[in-house]
């Protein structure tokens, strides 16, 4: 729906351009031909892509840094996984958060717990960045008091280790913060919403404002290890048969 009206505040020359770009990232993510009528601006509609992508992929990793209180970013750079898991197991940092990127837009998210595990690997949705939701000037820093975690609908065997997961990469907060974050499983999906709240009028006037960013996760494999430790067991794999009627009786084992 927010694209969708996008598209239509969109006039003329603009409304053309979006619509070419969009026409574009779709043959190439589906693998087909360029539309002919487009093949003469491609280079450059590309280019123009890909530094948009790039920007959303270094937006999503700088937000999801402070949604994160203690958090350190890091830069992959050349960098092997194992490097990087050994500098944090000497740093004593307590999980190391990946963000997978396609062409710019992120699609998974790896929790690698530390010392020696679990790994949680979660494909990732629909993601929204902080300055999609409203302005930057609108939207204003990020607050870094501990927030209270909310786990909803976490209810199964395999949901309630994924809960720990999730929890356990936030300190415990003061009783009094008005910052809130949400990881609120539906059909397993989990939807993560960042919010704070304020009482205007009394305990019974909650006002909760979003501060984002936004997405859906989809867990697909808990590993017992840490993400370098190929002998490591899995603990848990989503398999395509899981995607039936009947899938929930599976998570639930």
Not at 111 to 140: C, Q, S
Not at 192 to 203: A, L, S, V
């Amino acid at each position: 729906m927010k694209e969708y009206l996008y598209r239509k505040s969109l006039e003329g020359k603009e409304r053309l351009l979006y619509e070419n770009k969009r026409k574009i990232r779709e043959a190439l993510q589906e693998g087909k031909t360029i539309p002919t009528e487009l093949q003469n601006e491609e280079a450059e509609l590309r280019r123009e892509i890909d530094l948009e992508d790039e920007n959303t992929a270094v937006q999503f990793a700088k937000e999801l840094k402070l949604v994160f209180p203690n958090a350190q970013q890091m830069n992959r750079g050349g960098q092997v996984i194992s490097e990087i898991i050994e500098t944090c197991r000497a740093h004593d940092f307590t999980d190391v958060v990946l963000v997978h990127e396609n062409r710019g837009v992120p699609d998974g998210l790896f929790i690698i717990h530390l010392p020696f595990g679990p790994t949680a690997f979660f494909e990732l949705r629909n993601v929204v960045t902080r300055h999609d939701i409203k302005d930057k000037k609108a939207m204003g820093t990020m607050p870094q008091v501990y927030p209270h975690v909310i786990l909803d609908n976490f209810t199964t065997k395999v949901l309630s280790g994924t809960a720990n997961i999730l929890k356990h990469l936030f300190p415990v907060p003061k009783p009094d913060t008005k910052r809130i974050i949400t990881f609120a499983n539906q059909s397993d999906y989990i939807s993560f919403r960042h919010h704070t709240y304020e009482k205007h009028e009394g305990p019974k006037s909650i006002v909760l404002e979003e501060i984002g960013p936004r997405f859906e996760m989809r867990l697909f494999k808990i590993k017992l290890g840490t993400l370098e430790q190929t002998e490591s067991q899995d603990e848990w794999v989503f398999k395509p048969y899981m995607n039936t009627a009947k899938k929930q009786k599976f998570i639930g084992i």
